[in-house]
RNA sequence: GCCGGGUUGGCGGAAUCGGUAGACGCGAUGGUCUCAAACACCAUUGUUCGAAAGGACAUGUGGGUUCAAGUCCCACACCCGGCACCA
């Protein structure tokens, strides 16, 4: 039994009112249908704002992580709608994916039978759960009408020269049997299930991310102060750019030089080495022919180890000698050339030139190898440590052309740099340590890469005006994984005649990477059902940026590094007038259970549509938002969302108590309830602009507290300002509980809907004390606090606190040496 | 290791201009109501000394600046998150 359901009882003398939350809910959600409160108008009559929330994935229906969301994103929503705006708040599906296709396998269906069904469920959560969405906007990535603008995407992408196919060694997944982006790699596993990655050598399509290196960083600026920092960190820290040189090596046997990439052109002095990554095409192709064997050894077992234990700890360093020698550039000194598999294949060049006195990774393998090992940089006296990679000064590095020796770190390696472009043996650079975005993935559900392969013209795009290439009609076994997507088993849908030159041909059988949908969506909800192109330039001109973005941190690389991306390019080609698609964001913490994240696996789920039948949605929502700090993660074990539903009956209550008339005016009311109700007004507009939506429910609820003194002690039910304290709750609350406030708003007979009721001004008159506390301090102690006049003169006031008896008690008999009068808030007497 | 963020009552958190630390809520304790319990409502609630008046101590630790520090500066400890054999 639940406190939605008490009923008054007669053996109660005077039973408190509460109200019956579900049939409120439901009698609202009908009204709220016919009226559509939150349709977007789009006529330039009012200022547009456009707030977004990070589109679920339909995996079930919403669950506690949803709950927080969109609770939290409609308080912001909500705020705009009160005030005025036209506001944009679109909702849709992120519905491709291998959840649904892993169930449909299982189940022997399609996998849009469970991707709608369960898209229908959490709709109907949603609807139930009072977000403002406008439902006209609503999309699905799935659907053939939306994915065929993600075909035109690639197709664009393509003209550009930022889509293109390579093979090198990618990330596989050997359990869900597909490549995975970088980004999806998380320590060596797979992001999704976990999976140890292997590397395979493949063919596949990527987008040109790195191209946008320097702007994806140098664009972060604008969003200082409007993103979170650790979001901005976390993207240049993947983004990683760092300076250094390319500096040439030749080699023996060799015609062309090898390049390496280093951040340290200073040490090059002290290179006594040099390393190729082993699995990099470059290792085969220096390898002497009497080191072919034990090469290809050492390369099998290389290819055979998975990230997971090639990045382990304390791991010792492994590698073959080559059988060929690099010849250091400035000491003339033959290097050994070695491959190994603590060089990276795709980062930099491949190759670098080791440097073990300087460098830890190389000092390990000097010293596993027996290879000399020279310092360039003088350690400090107390140095003990083995490879040094401090600042110092420059050693052992000088020949007849060049003499760093006695230089900083910084002024050896400009020098450095400066001598290797005057003898053209190499350049200052900069590297990054993105890599592109590889976008094809072996699976069924998602959108086909809208390719087709030729034997003559070879890879040919289908025409934009052919689009969507509709995915065939797979099920069950056919999407089972087997290496190569399940597409290519459709073999009537593989043939097709080539666009270019109409001779037989095969279509790409990939499908693209679902963040490929979700990167540019924003962009479309302006124009959700516009079947002629995938947005309206014009409409994006008017709505976009977005103005306000929520979602996971979870997504702070992945999917906001690729929208950045998408945005920059679609700039480029003249679509957008923006350079960032999202202008503010907002990401919200988890919400854990018992110190842990909620898993199945651990018993300590906890079910949002339990917890709504159990208190209604408005105490949840409430609950959620008076948490914390909305980016702080929540503990639901530490909450209590009995105690909203007690609040919010509380406020109800207060909405049945006013007896004046709706349209009284506030003017004559008790004027100190009514401060209190423009302080609150006034404190909660600056609250929610900064975000801070807990502190905004501490206020109304105080704003609760006051009111219920008033009526009860105070002025009573039938003041003008308690209406207007009642009013002004209702409004507030109308941006957390919806249900509750509308239903005040009604009982104090207004008509329907307090969504759009307008945000209330506060008037400055009341806003300022004809009172304030003064604190009398003596020596920074508290000895005594004074009510005065906030416009006392400051010699007055240190007359009233000297002659306070508690001040003169702690003064005692010390002479009193200065006095610090700050009206009229404090003064501080300083003795001895 | 590098980068970012944090540490405030029994708990979640306020105090974002250097000026009353602990708003608001949870929990706890006492009371009202009840045969009783639950619910609800009222009161108290940082620790400590004191009968009280009043005092002392308190924002991770140690220093510093200041009339005044949770807030500013320096060092340290611990926690959380990100990146990491990236040359």
């Given at each position: 039994?639940?406190?939605?359901?008490?009923?008054?009882?007669?053996?109660?003398?005077?039973?408190?009112?509460?109200?019956?939350?579900?049939?409120?809910?439901?009698?609202?959600?009908?009204?709220?249908?016919?009226?559509?409160?939150?349709?977007?108008?789009?006529?330039?009559?009012?200022?547009?704002?456009?707030?977004?929330?990070?589109?679920?994935?339909?995996?079930?229906?919403?669950?506690?992580?949803?709950?927080?969301?969109?609770?939290?994103?409609?308080?912001?929503?909500?705020?705009?709608?009160?005030?005025?705006?036209?506001?944009?708040?679109?909702?849709?599906?992120?519905?491709?994916?291998?959840?649904?296709?892993?169930?449909?396998?299982?189940?022997?269906?399609?996998?849009?039978?469970?991707?709608?069904?369960?898209?229908?469920?959490?709709?109907?959560?949603?609807?139930?759960?009072?977000?403002?969405?406008?439902?006209?906007?609503?999309?699905?990535?799935?659907?053939?009408?939306?994915?065929?603008?993600?075909?035109?995407?690639?197709?664009?992408?393509?003209?550009?020269?930022?889509?293109?196919?390579?093979?090198?060694?990618?990330?596989?997944?050997?359990?869900?049997?597909?490549?995975?982006?970088?980004?999806?790699?998380?320590?060596?596993?797979?992001?999704?299930?976990?999976?140890?990655?292997?590397?395979?050598?493949?063919?596949?399509?990527?987008?040109?991310?790195?191209?946008?290196?320097?702007?994806?960083?140098?664009?972060?600026?604008?969003?200082?102060?409007?993103?979170?920092?650790?979001?901005?960190?976390?993207?240049?820290?993947?983004?990683?750019?760092?300076?250094?040189?390319?500096?040439?090596?030749?080699?023996?046997?060799?015609?062309?030089?090898?390049?390496?990439?280093?951040?340290?052109?200073?040490?090059?002095?002290?290179?006594?080495?040099?390393?190729?990554?082993?699995?990099?095409?470059?290792?085969?192709?220096?390898?002497?022919?009497?080191?072919?064997?034990?090469?290809?050894?050492?390369?099998?077992?290389?290819?055979?180890?998975?990230?997971?234990?090639?990045?382990?700890?304390?791991?010792?360093?492994?590698?073959?000698?080559?059988?060929?020698?690099?010849?250091?550039?400035?000491?003339?000194?033959?290097?050994?050339?070695?491959?190994?598999?603590?060089?990276?294949?795709?980062?930099?060049?491949?190759?670098?030139?080791?440097?073990?006195?300087?460098?830890?990774?190389?000092?390990?393998?000097?010293?596993?190898?027996?290879?000399?090992?020279?310092?360039?940089?003088?350690?400090?006296?107390?140095?003990?440590?083995?490879?040094?990679?401090?600042?110092?000064?420059?050693?052992?590095?000088?020949?007849?052309?060049?003499?760093?020796?006695?230089?900083?770190?910084?002024?050896?390696?400009?020098?450095?740099?400066?001598?290797?472009?005057?003898?053209?043996?190499?350049?200052?650079?900069?590297n990054f340590r993105l890599r592109d975005w590889l976008v094809s993935r072996q699976r069924f559900w998602g959108p086909p890469i809208p390719?087709?392969?030729?034997?003559?013209?070879?890879?040919?795009?289908?025409?934009?005006?052919?689009?969507?290439?509709?995915?065939?009609?797979?099920?069950?076994?056919?999407?089972?994984?087997?290496?190569?997507?399940?597409?290519?088993?459709?073999?009537?849908?593989?043939?097709?005649?080539?666009?270019?030159?109409?001779?037989?041909?095969?279509?790409?059988?990939?499908?693209?990477?679902?963040?490929?949908?979700?990167?540019?969506?924003?962009?479309?909800?302006?124009?959700?059902?516009?079947?002629?192109?995938?947005?309206?330039?014009?409409?994006?001109?008017?709505?976009?940026?977005?103005?306000?973005?929520?979602?996971?941190?979870?997504?702070?690389?992945?999917?906001?590094?690729?929208?950045?991306?998408?945005?920059?390019?679609?700039?480029?080609?003249?679509?957008?007038?923006?350079?960032?698609p999202f202008s503010r964001l907002m990401t919200q913490g988890e919400v854990r259970n018992q110190g842990k994240g909620m898993s199945k696996?651990?018993?300590?789920?906890?079910?949002?549509?339990?917890?709504?039948?159990?208190?209604?949605?408005?105490?949840?929502?409430?609950?959620?938002?008076?948490?914390?700090?909305?980016?702080?993660?929540?503990?639901?074990?530490?909450?209590?969302?009995?105690?909203?539903?007690?609040?919010?009956?509380?406020?109800?209550?207060?909405?049945?108590?006013?007896?004046?008339?709706?349209?009284?005016?506030?003017?004559?009311?008790?004027?100190?309830?009514?401060?209190?109700?423009?302080?609150?007004?006034?404190?909660?507009?600056?609250?929610?602009?900064?975000?801070?939506?807990?502190?905004?429910?501490?206020?109304?609820?105080?704003?609760?507290?006051?009111?219920?003194?008033?009526?009860?002690?105070?002025?009573?039910?039938?003041?003008?300002?308690?209406?207007?304290?009642?009013?002004?709750?209702?409004?507030?609350?109308?941006?957390?509980?919806?249900?509750?406030?509308?239903?005040?708003?009604?009982?104090?007979?207004?008509?329907?809907?307090?969504?759009?009721?307008?945000?209330?001004?506060?008037?400055?008159?009341?806003?300022?004390?004809?009172?304030?506390?003064?604190?009398?301090?003596?020596?920074?102690?508290?000895?005594?606090?004074?009510?005065?006049?906030?416009?006392?003169?400051?010699?007055?006031?240190?007359?009233?606190?000297?002659?306070?008896?508690?001040?003169?008690?702690?003064?005692?008999?010390?002479?009193?040496?200065?006095?610090?009068?700050?009206?009229?808030?404090?003064?501080?007497?300083?003795?001895?």
């Amino acid at each position: 039994m639940s406190a939605l359901h008490d009923e008054p009882q007669s053996t109660y003398p005077e039973p408190r009112a509460t109200y019956d939350i579900e049939a409120t809910q439901e009698k609202w959600l009908k009204v709220w249908a016919d009226l559509d409160p939150f349709k977007v108008v789009d006529d330039g009559s009012r200022e547009r704002r456009y707030l977004l929330d990070m589109f679920p994935y339909p995996s079930g229906d919403l669950h506690m992580g949803h709950g927080e969301v969109f609770a939290l994103a409609d308080v912001i929503a909500r705020y705009w709608f009160q005030q005025g705006y036209d506001v944009l708040h679109p909702v849709g599906w992120d519905s491709f994916g291998l959840p649904a296709e892993n169930a449909a396998i299982k189940r022997g269906e399609h996998p849009a039978t469970w991707t709608y069904q369960n898209i229908e469920t959490q709709a109907e959560s949603f609807r139930r759960y009072g977000i403002s969405f406008d439902w006209s906007t609503r999309l699905h990535t799935s659907d053939p009408e939306y994915y065929r603008w993600t075909q035109w995407l690639f197709l664009r992408l393509y003209d550009a020269g930022l889509a293109y196919r390579k093979s090198s060694a990618v990330n596989w997944c050997p359990n869900d049997q597909t490549v995975l982006a970088n980004e999806q790699v998380v320590g060596g596993r797979c992001e999704r299930c976990g999976a140890d990655v292997t590397k395979r050598e493949l063919t596949q399509w990527y987008f040109k991310v790195t191209d946008f290196a320097q702007r994806l960083l140098d664009d972060m600026d604008s969003l200082t102060g409007s993103w979170p920092d650790h979001v901005l960190t976390m993207q240049r820290n993947w983004i990683g750019r760092s300076e250094g040189a390319h500096v040439d090596f030749p080699v023996e046997g060799r015609d062309q030089p090898v390049t390496v990439f280093t951040t340290r052109p200073d040490t090059l002095f002290g290179a006594t080495f040099f390393v190729v990554a082993a699995d990099a095409p470059l290792a085969a192709e220096l390898c002497a022919p009497g080191q072919q064997d034990a090469f290809d050894d050492y390369l099998r077992e290389v290819r055979r180890t998975t990230d997971v234990d090639r990045m382990s700890e304390g791991r010792h360093k492994t590698g073959v000698f080559l059988g060929v020698h690099a010849t250091n550039p400035m000491t003339g000194s033959q290097m050994p050339v070695f491959a190994a598999d603590y060089v990276l294949a795709d980062y930099g060049t491949g190759a670098i030139m080791a440097v073990p006195g300087q460098d830890q990774r190389d000092w390990d393998f000097a010293r596993a190898f027996d290879l000399p090992i020279v310092r360039t940089v003088q350690p400090p006296e107390s140095f003990e440590g083995e490879a040094f990679t401090g600042e110092g000064r420059a050693i052992n590095s000088s020949n007849g052309d060049l003499d760093i020796n006695g230089l900083t770190v910084a002024e050896a390696k400009s020098r450095t740099i400066a001598y290797l472009e005057a003898t053209g043996t190499g350049r200052g650079t900069i590297n990054f340590r993105l890599r592109d975005w590889l976008v094809s993935r072996q699976r069924f559900w998602g959108p086909p890469i809208p390719i087709v392969h030729c034997p003559d013209c070879g890879e040919v795009p289908v025409a934009s005006d052919e689009l969507p290439v509709v995915l065939p009609d797979l099920k069950g076994a056919d999407l089972a994984p087997k290496g190569v997507s399940p597409l290519a088993s459709a073999t009537e849908w593989v043939k097709v005649p080539c666009p270019k030159c109409g001779g037989a041909a095969r279509r790409d059988t990939d499908t693209m990477d679902t963040f490929v949908d979700s990167s540019w969506y924003f962009l479309r909800y302006p124009t959700p059902h516009d079947d002629t192109q995938a947005f309206d330039v014009e409409a994006v001109r008017r709505w976009c940026p977005v103005d306000h973005y929520v979602g996971g941190v979870e997504h702070a690389i992945l999917h906001l590094l690729y929208s950045r991306f998408v945005t920059k390019a679609l700039h480029d080609l003249g679509y957008l007038d923006f350079v960032e698609p999202f202008s503010r964001l907002m990401t919200q913490g988890e919400v854990r259970n018992q110190g842990k994240g909620m898993s199945k696996s651990l018993g300590n789920g906890v079910d949002l549509g339990e917890q709504i039948a159990k208190f209604g949605v408005d105490a949840i929502r409430l609950t959620m938002v008076f948490a914390g700090p909305p980016e702080e993660d929540i503990d639901w074990a530490d909450l209590s969302p009995a105690g909203s539903l007690r609040f919010v009956q509380r406020a109800w209550r207060l909405s049945g108590d006013v007896t004046s008339a709706p349209g009284t005016l506030p003017d004559d009311g008790d004027v100190e309830l009514r401060k209190i109700t423009h302080r609150t007004i006034a404190e909660a507009t600056q609250l929610i602009e900064g975000l801070r939506f807990n502190v905004v429910v501490a206020r109304v609820m105080e704003l609760v507290n006051a009111a219920r003194k008033a009526i009860d002690t105070g002025c009573g039910p039938g003041d003008p300002a308690v209406r207007e304290a009642a009013e002004t709750v209702a409004i507030i609350l109308s941006l957390v509980a919806p249900f509750t406030a509308e239903e005040m708003w009604s009982r104090l007979g207004h008509e329907p809907a307090v969504a759009k009721a307008g945000w209330p001004t506060a008037i400055d008159e009341l806003l300022v004390r004809d009172v304030v506390t003064c604190v009398v301090q003596v020596q920074g102690k508290v000895r005594a606090k004074l009510d005065v006049s906030p416009d006392i003169d400051e010699p007055s006031l240190q007359g009233l606190a000297l002659a306070d008896p508690n001040v003169i008690r702690a003064i005692g008999s010390s002479p009193v040496r200065k006095v610090i009068v700050r009206a009229p808030k404090v003064v501080n007497v300083v003795i001895g």
